[in-house]
């Protein structure tokens, strides 16, 4: 079975709160990926496309007449659509690993549990928006949301970057959209899908990435 997965290909996403380390652990397995020789296509959400980098500019704007909650969730879904068409089904066809900074799991936790519209409602919108597209595993790093405010605020002291509208949003929001994360990969447990690994942000880079490669091996994913 080894043999016969260390040549394919494999969809990963990677969510969590903002600050939980998302972007370095993905570099760290894109680099170890590219040094076996593995073909890759590092991407994220909302955006990923041209149509959808200027969605995600709409979205994450701080302005006087916001996006209301649903049409929140339609913008993310239709830059998810694109981003589906044009970037990682492409990507998959190719025989590349994806390694996407959120998807369809962020709808369900910020929209659904953050904004309370119904998990249905959300699930059908995340069903017809990749049609049907799953990740092969989706790596949670999980955070205290008071951990990911001191990481924001440290960020922007280094870099003059500030907070946009979604991570603007009070504590309370963030304790719901952290809820709604553990409860999708606690239900992938429940079901015997064994398609979420959830990790301890806490930890350093190099113990996450050390935890997730011994993952992606037990799974004969990668040598």
């Not at 394919?8 to 040094?35: P, W």
């Not at 959808?52 to 007449?65: C, P, S, T, V």
Request: hydrophobic share 35%; with cysteine; net charge neutral.
């Amino acid at each position: 079975m080894v043999e016969r997965y260390l040549k394919a290909m494999f969809f990963m996403v990677f969510e969590g709160l903002d600050g939980s380390g998302k972007s370095s652990l993905m570099k760290m397995l894109d680099q170890h990926l590219t040094a076996r020789s593995f073909s890759t296509v590092v991407t994220r959400e909302p955006g990923g496309t041209e149509v959808g980098d200027q969605l995600r500019d709409l979205i994450l704007q701080k302005r006087e007449n916001a996006p209301t909650p649903r049409t929140e969730l339609l913008m993310y879904q239709a830059s998810r659509a694109q981003h589906v068409d044009l970037v990682i089904r492409p990507a998959l066809l190719q025989k590349k690993w994806v390694l996407c900074d959120r998807f369809s799991a962020s709808s369900v936790a910020f929209q659904g549990g953050g904004r309370g519209i119904s998990k249905e409602q959300v699930e059908w919108l995340n069903h017809f928006s990749t049609n049907d597209l799953v990740p092969d595993l989706t790596v949670l790093l999980d955070l205290s949301v008071e951990e990911s405010k001191k990481r924001r605020t440290r960020r922007g002291d280094e870099t003059g970057s500030v907070d946009d509208r979604i991570e603007s949003e009070k504590d309370d929001f963030h304790e719901r959209v952290r809820t709604a994360f553990v409860d999708q990969a606690k239900e992938s447990q429940r079901t015997g899908q064994n398609n979420w690994l959830v990790l301890n942000a806490a930890l350093t880079p190099d113990e996450l990435f050390k935890i997730l490669l011994n993952d992606l091996q037990s799974r004969g994913w990668v040598s």
